[in-house]
């Protein structure tokens, strides 16, 4: 009979195999799956056998070239023997995962009883190690020894008596897994089950969670055909592994870069070539990088995997030190192998294949590239979530408006640059994202005020309420930030007119055309909507799909269709009003031939559509007299001088208006804010106006004295 004998001291045993491994189930399973690995296993089973709702055993079981009992006493029972692999070796079908020789105790750390079943050559040798009679064994020895129980050696069948009386002492439930697992390694006709039983896990390890585990520590198992693993006899792919992506770089598969590293001899010196430069040598990464729609994945699991040899060897959460990008790193789940981590003379990383010894010569580089690496896939992240987010937020807008709320097409460009600007970087869902897109727009248009006031006023109504007083306070107070809100929006128009006056002052009719299309009101502010540098046949059909137009003539094409006014506004189809603007420099004069064309326009959309009323309005720097003696009563001229003073005089008598009757005080941060909004123009505007408005005047003066 062959001498089966465990050699180990105390102190091994339970700091590698209990305290290491501990009430951690997927990282036992995880060492089980890279021996299986290690041995050129085609196939890995792992089966979580519970009764009653609890687990009783686990088993793994590969068709791997497994041991022999000499193998078994040379190197299964000698504790941390390192593996003498050549690595250097090409011809090698896989770079071995294990290195340190203690995976073999992982099982203890949540099983009292460990069985190890080989078959090689038609052999079966099958051990039995108890972890309390491991401990029990000379206890003030300082190398203890300990013989396993042989249940079979060098069998030739598991039809042996010796290994049916052994099942027969097991669980019913193992013994059923037990007979399908030995069938599979008789039929490969290799193979090594280990058994972990009499265990001391509360809960059993549900089976998704166990393939999401294996799925974030290897990458060898979702990455080659040639290896497979199976969880309760499901195989393990990387849809079962990984959260789904969005963005996934590069769409599939992994991308490969070259990174240089700079070399070291034994002792920690530089190696120098010939001119006294550091020797840098290039190695391979390889990675692939994903990001999540919301952060469901909790924090453990995001960041980024450092694999050698298909093994975790740096875990996650883990983003190279990425400072100020720790909320967007909760999105990202990324895989970098980087095998020659595993390659060097001295061992660096740790035993519980958990982090890098980062300060190795060398290293500093590749944390460096991996710094970089990171905020170059965040970037790419941004952009890609501002692209697919601003496809489709328009629509979203238009959903989310409030009933009957129009807003202009200038306003709709704001509102979605405002959320372009919060949506990429917050955690939210489609239905989160259409609450915040509601409730942004209600608060463009000010519907929570309006609807509140509207509530007052209809209470207001009944004289003889009981509470009467009290309304009309809570409706002053309601209308006071409602009007100040106003008040701002204003002031920011006031500070608009300012620009207006400039451009006039340049006379360039570009900048004016730029700057009306931002903001039309300073043309007029009666009409609904308007279009910009459109061609008429384009406006004509735009009108129609809005349902803008009355009744129309369907005319053909003419060469007219190509011709683009400067703005054309217009009303609902019920009202029929069209404005159409020519827009001429400061700096000319208009004449017969700019009416002439505007009379074109007018004439075209009046063929187009029946019964509509249509003004057109001449805008030039000054006009000939002349030509304006046989201008068609449909067409008014206006200089710029006299849009810049209507414009100017309706929004700031407005805006002092609001500022007076809000009650509000120079101390109110937001009455310092319309000023400050609306520059020295406003400030000096205000200060002319309360001349005549005494609320007015109390406000400006408190202002000034609280900025003395």
């Given amino acids: 009979m062959t001498a089966y004998v465990l050699k180990y001291s105390h102190n091994i045993i339970e700091h590698l195999g209990l305290k290491l491994y501990q009430n951690k189930p997927t990282n036992v399973i995880a060492e089980l799956v890279s021996n299986s690995w290690d041995a050129e296993a085609k196939n890995s ?7 009653n709702g609890s687990p009783i055993a ?4 590969d068709d791997g070239t497994s041991m022999s009992d000499q193998e078994i006493i040379d190197n299964w029972l000698i504790i941390a023997k390192k593996k003498n692999v050549k690595r250097d070796d090409e011809k090698a079908k896989r770079k071995p995962m294990g290195r340190k020789g203690i995976g073999k105790l992982a099982p203890f750390g949540i099983g009292r009883k460990v069985d190890l079943v080989t078959y090689k050559e038609n052999k079966i040798n099958w051990l039995s190690l108890n972890y309390k009679d491991m401990l029990s064994q000379n206890d003030d020895e300082l190398i203890s020894v300990y013989p396993p129980k042989v249940i079979a050696e060098n069998i030739a069948s598991f039809e042996n008596q010796s290994i049916k009386d052994y099942l027969n002492s097991l669980d019913s439930s193992l013994q059923e897994k037990l007979s399908k697992r030995i069938s599979n390694v008789k039929k490969a006709k290799q193979g090594t089950i ?30 080659t055909p040639l290896f ?49 430069e550091q020797i840098k040598e290039k190695k391979l990464i390889k990675y692939w990088v994903g990001f999540v729609t919301s952060s469901e994945q909790t924090q453990d699991q995001s960041g980024i995997g450092v694999f050698a040899h298909g093994k975790l060897a740096q875990d996650r959460p883990f983003t190279f030190d990425s400072k100020g990008l720790e909320i967007k790193t909760r999105y990202m789940y990324g895989v970098i192998e980087a095998d020659w981590i595993d390659e060097f003379e001295d061992d660096i990383i740790s035993t519980d294949r958990t982090s890098i010894d980062w300060g190795y010569l060398g290293l500093p580089s590749f944390f460096d590239w991996g710094k970089t690496f990171v905020r170059q896939r965040i970037k790419e992240y941004d952009e890609f979530k501002k692209e697919n987010i601003e496809k489709d937020l328009d629509e979203k807008i238009e959903k989310k408006l409030p009933d009957k709320t129009t807003i202009t097409e200038g306003e709709k460009k704001h509102l979605r640059n405002l959320l372009l600007e919060v949506l990429p970087e917050n955690d939210l869902d489609e239905e989160q994202q259409g609450k915040l897109i509601e409730a942004t727009a209600k608060a463009w248009t000010h519907e929570p005020a309006r609807k509140l006031i509207k509530t007052l006023w209809d209470q207001t109504s009944n004289f003889e309420s009981n509470n009467f007083p009290e309304l009309i306070d809570q409706l002053v107070n309601e209308l006071v930030p409602e009007s100040l809100s106003l008040a701002v929006v204003f002031s920011q128009r006031v500070y608009a007119l300012t620009q207006l006056f400039r451009r006039i002052t340049l006379g360039k009719e570009t900048q004016l055309q730029k700057l009306l299309e931002e903001f039309p009101w300073i043309i007029g502010n009666k009409y609904e909507h308007y279009f910009a540098n459109s061609t008429l046949k384009k406006i004509c059909a735009e009108a129609e799909q809005k349902g803008l137009t009355p009744n129309k003539h369907f ?30 420099g400061p700096e000319l004069s208009i004449g017969a031939n700019e009416i002439q064309q505007l009379t074109s326009y007018i004439m075209y959309i009046r063929q187009r559509f029946s019964g509509c009323k249509i003004q057109g309005v001449l805008v030039a720097g000054s006009f000939v007299q002349e030509a304006l003696v046989d201008c068609p009563p449909s067409i008014t001229s206006m200089t710029w001088n006299d849009i810049l ?28 804010q319309i000023c ?21 005047s109390a406000i400006m003066k408190r202002l000034d004295t609280s900025n003395v």
Wanted: a negative charge; glycine letters at 4%.
């Fill in 228 to 276: 497979t693993v199976y969880v309760n006899d499901t195989p393990l792919t990387e849809k079962d592994c990984l959260p789904p992506f969005i963005l996934r770089t590069p769409p599939a598969g992994m991308s490969e870069e070259y990174i240089e590293i700079p070399q070291f001899d034994r002792n920690g010196a530089p190696l120098l070539d010939d001119t006294q």
């Fill in 645 to 672: 003073l209507n414009s100017r005089h309706t929004h700031m008598e407005l805006l002092a208006a609001l500022l007076a009757g809000s009650d509000a005080n120079a101390n109110d941060a937001r009455v310092r």
């Fill in 58 to 61: 686990i088993i793994a079981t």
């Fill in 676 to 696: 400050e909004l609306g520059g020295d123009s406003v400030t000096d505007f205000l200060t002319s106006m309360s001349d005549k408005n005494p609320d007015l």
């Fill in 555 to 584: 005319l053909s094409p003419n060469p007219e269709d190509k011709t683009r006014p400067d703005f054309v506004f217009l009303n609902t189809a019920s009202e029929n009003e069209y404005l159409i603007i020519e827009l001429k």
């Fill in 45 to 51: 089973w792992i089966d979580i056998v519970a009764k």
């Fill in 194 to 223: 280990i058994i972990c039983h009499d265990l001391n896990l509360k809960r059993i390890i549900e089976t998704e969670n166990l393939k999401k585990s294996l799925g974030r520590r290897f990458t060898v198992t979702l990455n």
